[in-house]
């Protein structure tokens, strides 16, 4: 079995749809168009990860994903699976341009500063729309947006972002 680290999360099955197993999927991902062609997938349990067999039935505007799995034929059965994660590995995510990352490439990144300043690692990722916001969490706690302007570097294999100082004093929300 692969690690968690090669799984990526697509969507949040929110509950059944209809009587013959459907699945009404919450997309967590900015290409919901992706779901019409996604043929195999992976439910995220406690215990790992099994494969199966998906089928999109419907895409309706940019929140509403009905999918069809495979072994799961009735109402009962797609209630059993509220709440479980649908993921992709790596080898069928869909490719980023340059500059895009994975929410879960960037969670576990150190943050530092121009100055040399280490504001402390990245814990979450809130998507609020016009721009993402980091939540780093060190001896204090930073919000920052995601902006060309403030970002120096960002090594995802590395683990690590560096932010222009300068730019993080105009845009930085810093919480004790």
């Not at 996604?38 to 067999?53: H, I, N, P, Q, T």
């Not at 932010?163 to 810093?174: I, R, T, Y």
């Amino acid at each position: 079995m692969k690690n968690a680290s090669e799984y990526l999360r697509v969507g949040l099955i929110l509950r059944p749809h209809g009587v013959k197993g459907t699945v009404k999927l919450l997309p967590l991902t900015d290409d919901v168009s992706r779901f019409s062609s996604l043929w195999e997938a992976f439910l995220e349990r406690k215990e790992g990860y099994e494969s199966v067999s998906v089928r999109c039935e419907s895409v309706r505007g940019d929140k509403e994903v009905y999918l069809s799995i495979e072994g799961v034929g009735t109402r009962e059965d797609a209630a059993l699976l509220r709440d479980v994660y649908l993921c992709v590995d790596r080898a069928h995510a869909l490719k980023l341009p340059a500059g895009r990352y994975f929410v879960a490439d960037i969670v576990g990144c150190e943050v530092f500063g121009t100055d040399g300043a280490f504001y402390g690692k990245v814990e979450a990722v809130l998507q609020n729309g016009a721009a993402d916001v980091y939540v780093v969490r060190g001896e204090k706690t930073l919000m920052f947006p995601v902006l060309k302007k403030l970002l120096s570097a960002v090594d995802v294999n590395e683990k690590k972002i560096v932010l222009v100082s300068s730019v993080l004093e105009e845009v930085g929300l810093f919480e004790n």
